[in-house]
């Protein structure tokens, strides 16, 4: 089992910037690839980031490629989002998840772990 644990949500303005962790334990965390997705209201959880086991390769989604940036630190066991230039579309649930899958990490159902989210609100 490996335990997720998401921080650093909140409320900001529309260009703002907030970081997202997520602390991971439970399993050897550098075994696992990483993920965010995020779950507006009313609508289906959605990919955001994806990175390797060692960093080395990282997915975005369109939407918020060029904004935000995922990295990880493996002797922290944690997974970061860096998200700048925040819009009021990026509001959402956003989650992390772990899997030992090494391809298609972009697709949720590739995933064995989730958090329990954080909230993200960007105000207009």
């Known amino acids: 089992q490996v335990q997720l644990v998401e921080s650093g949500g909140g409320l900001v303005q529309a260009g703002g910037s907030l970081r997202l962790s997520c602390a991971a334990s439970?399993?050897?965390?550098?075994?696992?690839?990483m993920g965010w997705f995020r779950q507006a209201p009313g609508k289906e959880r959605a990919f955001v980031a994806a990175?390797?086991?060692?960093?080395?390769?990282?997915y975005y989604a369109d939407s918020v490629k060029g904004r935000f940036t995922i990295s990880r630190d493996n002797a922290k066991n944690t997974v970061y989002l860096q998200m700048n230039s925040l819009k009021p579309e990026d509001t959402a649930v956003y989650y992390c998840?772990?899997?030992?899958?090494?391809?298609?990490?972009?697709?949720?159902?590739?995933?064995?772990?989730w958090g329990q989210g954080t909230q993200v609100t960007v105000s207009s």
């Open positions: 998840a772990a899997t030992v899958q090494h391809n298609y990490i972009l697709l949720a159902g590739r995933y064995d772990y």
């Open positions: 439970g399993r050897t965390f550098s075994n696992y690839a």
């Open positions: 990175i390797s086991w060692d960093g080395s390769i990282i």
